[in-house]
């Protein structure tokens, strides 16, 4: 986790977009394939949507459920989560009066936008170190290049996805 490279908090952020009832969503399907999402023809899995005649249904990163949002006059009038084996909406307790949709892409495209825990720590924070922190680190680094060299051409190179033991210091 430490050296592990994750979405910068101020690109989550601006690509987070909320839906809510009564918003209009006449090009919701350009938008969501703009953020990642793959249009399918039923929602299985987190990133998948589909359009219906009347309604959406997607599986937004970070739900635990798919919602079913049903449109009139390209408006949204409801939102209902569904069961995907079913595929049948079902009603909660508390009604969903909005949906936060975040990026299905995980990295920003640009290479210099990725952060790391340490973007998301306040700058007084204190840290504690165990011992053999370093032993790990390195074998860490060389576990990871070992299984990149093993599986090149289907993988993203270490550097895009980890810090250096350099970087740490």
């Known amino acids: 986790t430490l050296m592990q490279r994750v979405t910068p908090p101020d ?34 899995s987190h990133g998948e949507f589909v359009l219906h005649s009347g309604a959406f249904d997607i599986f937004a990163m970070g739900n635990r459920v798919p919602i079913r949002a049903e449109i009139n006059d390209s408006k949204i009038v409801s939102f209902r989560a569904f069961d995907v084996e079913s595929q049948r909406a079902f009603w909660t307790e508390e009604k969903i009066e909005s949906l936060t949709i975040l990026p299905a892409r995980e990295f920003p495209e640009s290479e210099h936008q990725k952060a790391t825990l340490f973007d998301y720590l306040p700058k007084n924070a204190v840290f504690v170190t165990l ?39």
């Open 11 to 44: 690109f989550l952020a601006a690509q987070k977009w909320v839906l809510n009832i009564g918003d209009d969503v006449a090009e919701i399907a350009e938008t969501l394939l703009k953020r990642g999402y793959q249009k399918v023809s039923q929602v299985f």
């Open 131 to 169: 011992q053999n922190l370093e032993t790990a680190i390195f074998d860490f680094d060389a576990t990871v290049k070992s299984r990149f060299e093993l599986r090149k051409n289907d993988a993203l190179a270490p550097e895009k996805l980890f810090l250096s033991p350099e970087n740490l210091a």
